[in-house]
């Protein structure tokens, strides 16, 4: 059963990972193997074919991520329930891709097939068993404990445990420090209403978290940008920025940032830290992908104490968006000044879906979970890189890690929404680097996502580019 067929000799049929999933998947759509039937084991799969665990464990993970296979938990992996043929006349359409689809529809819209351009991990990478289990734990707690609103500070033993994590990062803070929020995006969104005014000037990367920019514009704060650098961010061009417009604040996406991947050196953080210091600077500091960035990066609010770093994360990048769950960590009284602003704009957190991450972090296995993100990561990263560089696409920075890929395309500029246009109408979502950029300037860059965009597809729409 499932007999290989692999040559070790010649380049040109690819890896034996590429071998093996292509032998498989070739067996599996001619209908060789129903629906349910168990795949060999990865250690007998290995054994019977002289491979290392490894290399067969890489190409079952990738049967999965193309939907052929399912792995459960205790059961290995058996074969997907294949969906029916398409009909001939394609029932999918394209949606408009345009400011409304981007900032909202996009996160209901489940047609696109390929989803280059996305910010989250794919469904089958979330930890499935871990978060089921957690839920399960929350159904049974008694209605009394979870009957009203919550503390407007959040959920306490998550807090605990979001303190003891960040000590672990060098940021001495106990819970009286931390302040959950409804993910990042609130997180930021609260930051902003508290310290800031309209008319306000802050300081962004160029580019940045498209989000940020939209809270920015609603708040009628005033936005002068910072080039973005595979080392940091452009020391020289931000103390120009500081003299000519005397900004109140600074954010920043410390570690594989959202969207070019890169991560601040040692030297950068420094510098950046002692500018704020002399200027009065607030730093926001949104550290959202430190989870499955490499040990040892710099954290600036370790660095510098929690005076002017306000420190920002939470869990959408390694448990699921779905759980909306993120928090602030500042001094105590800009905490107090937080908790006022999240429950005049909407009262407390969600409780329920607090505990449900506390009991990730506790029973859910969470450090290994992201162990494995990070390792999956890695070697998406790898084929991805090669396929940007077939394609022609020149890279920003190889970060090797995180979910974030910003890479310049062979076109023109100006070109860039009608290629995004072209490719939706593919299946295929890109994210233009314009809605990255404070004055959504025309750019050939695109933000691309390491875990979705593993398709052969939207290469060979690349390489028709060039």
């Known amino acids: 059963m ?21 032998s498989i998947q070739g067996e599996l759509r001619h209908g060789t193997y129903p629906a349910g039937t168990a795949l060999p084991s990865v250690r007998a799969l290995a054994k019977s074919h002289g491979l290392s665990t490894y290399t067969v464990s890489e190409a079952y993970q990738r049967l999965v991520s193309l939907g052929l296979v399912v792995a459960r938990a205790g059961a290995g992996y058996r074969v997907a ?31 696109v097939p390929i989803k280059a351009g996305c910010g989250w991990i794919p469904n089958d990478w979330i930890d499935e068993s871990g ?24 959920f306490g033993p998550l807090r605990d445990l979001i303190a003891d994590t960040l000590r672990r990062y060098g940021l001495a803070v106990g819970a009286a420090e931390v302040l959950m929020t409804q993910g990042v995006t609130q997180a930021l969104d609260l930051v902003v209403r508290t310290l800031l005014r309209p008319g306000d000037t802050v300081v962004v990367e160029d580019p940045c978290y498209c989000n940020l920019l939209q809270i ?21 061009r931000l103390e120009a920025l ?37 200027e009065g600077l607030w730093v926001v500091e949104d550290d959202i992908s430190r989870p499955l960035a490499p040990a ?34 500042a001094s105590r009284d800009l905490i107090s000044r937080f908790a006022l602003t999240k429950m005049a704009v909407g009262l407390t957190s969600s409780e329920i879906t607090e505990r449900a991450v506390a009991n990730v ?17 890695f070697n998406a990263h790898s084929r991805v890189t090669r396929a940007m560089a ?21 076109i023109r500029p100006e070109d860039s929404i009608a290629v995004a246009n072209d490719a939706l109408s593919k299946g295929i979502w890109l994210a233009p680097g314009s809605y990255f950029r404070p004055e959504e300037t025309a750019s050939a860059w695109f933000r691309f996502n390491a875990a979705t965009s593993d398709v052969p597809a939207l290469w060979s729409f690349m390489k028709a580019l060039g």
């Open 2 to 22: 499932f007999t290989l067929k692999l040559s070790r000799s010649r380049k040109d049929e690819g890896t034996l990972v590429d071998q093996i999933v292509s």
């Open 131 to 154: 978060i089921q289990h957690a839920l399960r734990v929350v159904s049974r707690v008694p209605g009394p404990r979870i009957g009203g609103y919550g503390h407007p500070h959040g």
């Open 361 to 377: 972090l506790v029973d859910g296995h969470y450090d290994r979970h992201t162990a494995h993100l990070r390792e999956r990561l």
């Open 242 to 278: 500081i003299e000519q417009h005397r900004p109140k604040g600074l954010f920043i996406n410390t570690v594989l940032q959202n969207p070019s991947g890169a991560s601040l050196n040692a030297q950068a953080a420094f510098r950046l830290l002692q500018i704020a210091d002399r």
């Open 216 to 236: 920015l514009k609603v708040a009628f704060v005033n936005v002068v940008s910072v080039p973005r650098t595979p080392e940091g961010i452009d020391i020289a």
């Open 296 to 329: 040892g990066a710099p954290c600036l609010a370790a660095m510098e104490g929690l005076r002017r770093v306000i420190y920002l994360s939470g869990f959408s990048k390694t448990i699921t968006p779905a759980v909306r769950v993120g928090y602030i960590a």
């Open 81 to 111: 329930t294949l969906p029916a043929k398409a009909p001939a006349a394609p029932s999918w359409s394209a949606p408009s891709l345009n400011a409304a689809w981007l900032l909202s529809d996009v996160f209901a819209d489940q047609t």
């Open 390 to 410: 077939d394609a022609g696409l020149e890279l920003f920075h190889a970060p090797n890690a995180g979910l974030f890929l910003w890479a310049k395309l062979p």
